[in-house]
């Protein structure tokens, strides 16, 4: 079992910045390399989540989906099981609860996932 807990959404206005963290637990987790996702799912659009970015452990390769690539920037921290997002220059439409995603091979859609977070809030204001 892996655990997710994400945290650091909060309200900024537009071009402003946030960086969210994602701190895995869990038996499964330390023992097995996985690929880290943010997902993201904007007001009002109920099972439609959109995948943001993803990080494949064992290499360090990461993907950014177009509409971020250049304003957010993800990384991790070893040795605290942290995943970051740092987000830049927000606009209104980055508005969404955000998710920390893992899965065990691939993890750049919802169904190639395996774990969850609660998601965290962030709210982007013009």
């Known amino acids: 079992q892996v655990h997710l807990v994400e945290s650091g959404g909060d309200s900024v206005q537009a071009g402003g910045s946030l960086r969210l963290s994602c701190t895995a637990s869990?038996?499964?987790?330390?023992?097995?390399?996985?690929?880290m996702a943010w997902f993201r799912q904007a007001p009002g659009k109920e099972d439609d989540y959109d995948w943001v970015?993803?990080?494949?452990?064992?290499?360090?390769?990461?993907l950014y989906n177009a509409s971020v690539k250049g304003r957010f920037t993800v990384s991790r921290d070893n040795a605290k099981n942290t995943l970051f997002l740092q987000m830049n220059s927000l606009k209104p439409e980055d508005t969404a609860m955000y998710y920390c995603?893992?899965?065990?091979?691939?993890?750049?859609?919802?169904?190639?996932?395996?774990?969850w977070g609660q998601g965290t809030q962030v709210t982007v204001s013009s």
């Open positions: 970015a993803a990080m494949y452990t064992a290499d360090n390769m990461i």
């Open positions: 869990g038996s499964a987790y330390g023992n097995n390399n996985y690929c």
């Open positions: 995603a893992a899965g065990r091979s691939l993890c750049t859609t919802v169904d190639t996932t395996n774990y």
